[in-house]
């Protein structure tokens, strides 16, 4: 008897089942589908060659991450937020900036991360097929606040 499923509410650990969202040849062909996850809605990407899930709209103002860029930052995949142009890390859902030294004349612009700020979700491939587990990591995220209430399940563009 596994100690966690005795204990663990069954609505919490169904929240936390892995749930299909498509088929593996069809997502790579696209780069990016929506899906929604137990009432959450999130964006997986294929990205040089691995999958990556995040809450669909950005921690900073609820832009819509499945409509940026995927761009290089620091040697970091970011998606870029079409909204307010915020980067966010594939891997961790770190958010980046540049910052740079004021009193440092001659010093160049470095990339920071401000933590983590999405919510970054696990992606499991079986038989080639794609599923989406949430995160159960105890911590708040900022992408919290727009993937729950009046903000949760808005329409696909896709």
Avoid at 60 to 76: A, M, T, V
Avoid at 108 to 118: A, E, F, L, V, Y
């Amino acid at each position: 008897m596994d100690p966690d499923d005795s204990e663990q509410d069954p609505e919490t650990k169904e929240q936390y089942a892995s749930v299909y969202v498509g088929r593996e040849e069809d997502i790579k062909r696209s780069e990016r589908i929506t899906a929604v996850v137990h009432d959450r809605e999130v964006v997986i990407f294929y990205h040089k060659g691995e999958f990556h899930a995040m809450d669909i709209r950005c921690y900073h103002s609820g832009g819509p991450l499945h409509l940026g860029e995927i761009e290089e930052f620091d040697g970091r995949a970011c998606i870029v937020c079409p909204w307010h142009k915020y980067k966010i890390t594939l891997e961790t859902g770190e958010g980046l900036y540049q910052s740079i030294n004021p009193k440092d004349p001659s010093a160049k612009p470095m990339w920071c991360s401000k933590g983590i700020k999405q919510r970054i979700h696990t992606v499991t491939v079986d038989n080639g097929n794609i599923y989406v587990t949430l995160s159960n990591e105890p911590f708040k995220c900022d992408s919290d606040f727009y993937a729950t209430g009046v903000f949760k399940v808005i329409p696909s563009s896709f």
